[in-house]
């Protein structure tokens, strides 16, 4: 680009020379010669760049061989450097091997002559102990005998003079209660007397003990004379019975009319008897209608039906106590069911606030995962501003109407529980679980038809996705067993997954801290390591639903609590974990094994007929 620019150059200076001093032809001359010479001065510039390009890719290609040759050389250095140190950290740790099985060794000994002493001194103090209880123990004994008998001959002394008090008040009450019997006893045979005399059963009574008595008499006579007697004896006695009952009949007619005339002549004159009786036939009339709708409305309002296993609502007849679970914010699931959770329960808490309809929900996963806990720990809800409860709740199971053989009985048990909801004062959550066996698929063909006509009833109850101040939640192990119908009046099915390692942690660290608490008392303290490997002991339990692992932390606190001094350590924590881990996979494997022998069985519920 240079030589280019000095030749535009030098044929600028040459035109200006050739146009102010000489001819044109001299100007053309200079113009041609300059041109030649600038060519022949480019042609060396260019040689010289080449020359100087091939000079500097040499010294490049030489510098790079120096770097790289003096870069091997730091590097076998450093290498060999490395190699020895690493030599003599070997040495090192062998010697240091060696000291820890001298001192490991000498530690044992020393243990172990401890571990002596210490059981030699173990069994002296028990001498001792044994030695001084027994000489403490027969010392008491003689001082707890002479005390009983002192006691003894003080009780026998006073038992002795009670006991004679005693039979002075007895003797007492027995001689009056004599007098009093034998003129009780008198009156008694008095009016017998003339009861006898007047009644005509009594009359009818002797009559006819008169003709056994003679019957019995005439009894060994034979022939036709004997029988001519018997029945003249009988006829006898039953025209004389007729007579008597004639008599009675007349007489008691006779006393029923004279009573009902003083009754109408004694209503008919006093206005007062007149109130009274109006009052009794409305106290009668008011008794008659309560006994007919009143005590049954009351009864299915207040009485549980039979098929709930629990529920937070007071009844009068068989009411169950409410178990204690966790509230919303003590239950923990992964992010994503956490968000959908708290969606229904935001749902479910303006829909009681404002007396909108609430939706029915199915809870579907395998059991543990926190379907019932999370029902319960809704209805515990309450309002921030009053601090009242905003929900009842009940729970109930397929296997709770599967007891019942009739299925005309378990409809009505169905509609019992649902009027009994229906009548709570607070907005009630009915929890369903084992629905599967409540709620089969009627095109599954493995239900009678009288089960296909149960299950049309039930959808006739529920026809919607949402009731007023009802809940319907549905929950199954097996969604797929249940029918379409019943999963179309459900607004949103909620899947409970297994939780993950990072939500396992927390429930057992929740669960933990609960367990070793008692009466607000720390009972178990927890070593620093067992701290550190919670998220260890997490994911060692992956695959556990959380009442799972909700055993397994009871279970070690127990443990540990069992030990002095009761702390949590690394060994308990893990022996504990993997042996009730082991025993819960091997009821899981149990529980599959007869999941598939019922399959193959096809065993169902109890159907009628």
């Not at 006073?158 to 039979?167: F, R, S």
């Not at 029918?483 to 669960?511: C, E, M």
């Not at 149990?590 to 069985?601: L, S, V, Y």
């Amino acid at each position: 680009m240079f030589i280019q620019k000095f030749l535009v150059i030098f044929i600028c200076i040459g035109c200006f020379q050739a146009t102010w001093g000489s001819s044109a032809y001299d100007a053309c001359n200079a113009i041609r010669a300059a041109e030649i010479k600038a060519q022949s001065k480019f042609d060396a510039l260019t040689t010289m760049a080449t020359n100087i390009e091939k000079e500097i890719a040499d010294l490049e290609k030489q510098k790079i061989q120096e770097v790289e040759q003096k870069v091997n050389e730091e590097l076998t250095k450093a290498i060999t450097t490395k190699q020895k140190e690493l030599q003599e950290l070997q040495e090192l740790l062998k010697k240091t091997k060696e000291d820890l099985e001298k001192q490991t060794k000498n530690l044992k000994g020393e243990l172990e002559g401890i571990r002596y002493a210490h059981e030699e001194l173990l069994r002296k103090t028990t001498e001792q102990i044994n030695q001084i209880a027994t000489t403490d123990l027969a010392r008491l004994q003689k001082k707890d005998q002479d005390e009983r008998q002192v006691i003894r001959d003080k009780q026998a002394h006073n038992y002795e003079q009670w006991l004679a008090e005693w039979e002075q008040k007895i003797q007492a009450a027995l001689d009056a209660d004599l007098d009093r019997t034998k003129k009780h006893k008198i009156a008694e045979l008095e009016a017998e007397a003339d009861f006898e005399a007047t009644h005509p059963l009594r009359q009818q009574q002797r009559i006819k003990k008169a003709v056994a008595m003679k019957r019995a008499e005439i009894k060994a006579l034979g022939g036709l004379q004997g029988q001519l007697q018997r029945d003249q004896i009988e006829a006898d006695a039953n025209t004389e019975i007729a007579k008597i009952q004639a008599e009675a009949e007349e007489n008691i007619a006779k006393d029923n009319r004279e009573y009902w005339g003083k009754i109408i002549n004694k209503v008919l004159c006093d206005q007062q008897t007149q109130l009274q009786l109006g009052g009794i036939v409305a106290a009668t009339a008011i008794a008659i209608y309560l006994a007919k709708y009143g005590i049954p409305l009351a009864f299915s309002y207040l009485a549980q039906p039979t098929v709930v296993s629990e529920t937070s609502r007071w009844s009068l007849f068989g009411s169950k106590n409410v178990q204690t679970e966790a509230t919303i914010d003590e239950l923990f699931f992964s992010l994503e069911l956490s968000y959908i959770l708290e969606e229904i329960t935001t749902r479910l808490k303006t829909a009681a606030q404002y007396q909108e309809n609430l939706p029915n929900l199915l809870f579907a996963g395998v059991p543990g995962t926190g379907k019932t806990a999370f029902a319960r720990a809704l209805a515990r809800m309450q309002d921030k501003k009053t601090g009242k409860r905003l929900f009842n709740y009940c729970i109930t199971s397929g296997s709770e109407f599967a007891k019942i053989s009739d299925l005309n009985l378990r409809l009505k048990e169905f509609r019992k529980l649902w009027e009994w909801a229906q009548a709570s004062k607070l907005p009630m959550i009915i929890f369903i679980d084992e629905a599967e066996s409540l709620f089969r698929d009627r095109t599954s063909g493995e239900i009678t038809t009288q089960e296909v006509t149960f299950i049309n009833s039930i959808l006739s109850i529920i026809q919607d996705k949402s009731q007023k101040n009802l809940s319907v939640i549905i929950a199954s192990n097996h969604p797929f067993k249940l029918d379409k119908a019943i999963i179309d009046r459900v607004g949103k099915p909620i899947i409970f997954n297994l939780p993950t390692a990072s939500v396992i942690q927390k429930i057992l660290t929740h669960y933990l801290i609960a367990f070793a608490k008692a009466n607000n008392k720390q009972i178990v303290t927890f070593d620093k390591q067992v701290i550190d490997n919670l998220a260890t002991y997490a994911k060692e339990l992956e695959g556990l639903a959380p009442r799972g692992i909700k055993f397994i932390a009871e279970e070690m606190i127990n443990r540990a609590h069992r030990q002095k001094p009761a702390i949590l350590t690394d060994a308990i924590a893990l022996h504990t974990l993997r042996e009730t881990k082991q025993e819960m996979e091997i009821k899981a494997k149990w529980e599959q094994e007869c999941e598939a022998w019922k399959a193959n069985k096809r065993i169902s519920l109890p159907t009628q007929g």
